[in-house]
């Protein structure tokens, strides 16, 4: 855990002696870096077989989980939508 952290702190030192230097190239390093994360994640998912035979199991249940946050975002925004434009339409005041 000390080794992630001090990792992290570096990271955040180089970036703070570094940011009044132009790194327009870091970003693709970093895709780059996350797709390779996200490769070998996906190697490790698949060589694991108690994940792979569960997989209905766990795509029912990200499926649920997901459309239960689409419905509730969405409700609230409509609920947001509503009281900050419909309810307080003919409360406009004049100046």
């Known amino acids: 855990m000390f080794i992630i ?3 992290m702190l570096t990271g955040m030192l180089l970036g703070y ?5 132009r790194l327009t190239w870091i ?3 970093i895709t780059l870096l996350i797709w390779s994360l996200l490769f070998l994640l996906g190697i490790d998912v698949g060589g694991n077989e108690t994940i792979i ?3 209905p199991t766990f795509g029912l ?3 649920i989980i ?3 946050a689409v419905i509730g975002s ?4 409509w609920g947001l939508w509503y ?11 004049k100046a």
Not at 17 to 21: D, G, I, V
Not at 83 to 93: C, D, H, Q, S, V
Request: aromatic share 2%.
């Open 5 to 7: 952290i001090g990792i």
């Open 17 to 21: 002696l570094l940011r009044s230097k």
């Open 27 to 29: 970003h693709k390093i």
């Open 53 to 55: 035979k569960g997989l």
């Open 61 to 63: 249940e990200a499926v």
């Open 66 to 68: 997901t459309l239960a």
């Open 74 to 77: 969405t409700l609230c925004a």
């Open 83 to 93: 009281l900050l434009y419909i309810r307080n339409r003919g409360k406009e005041t």
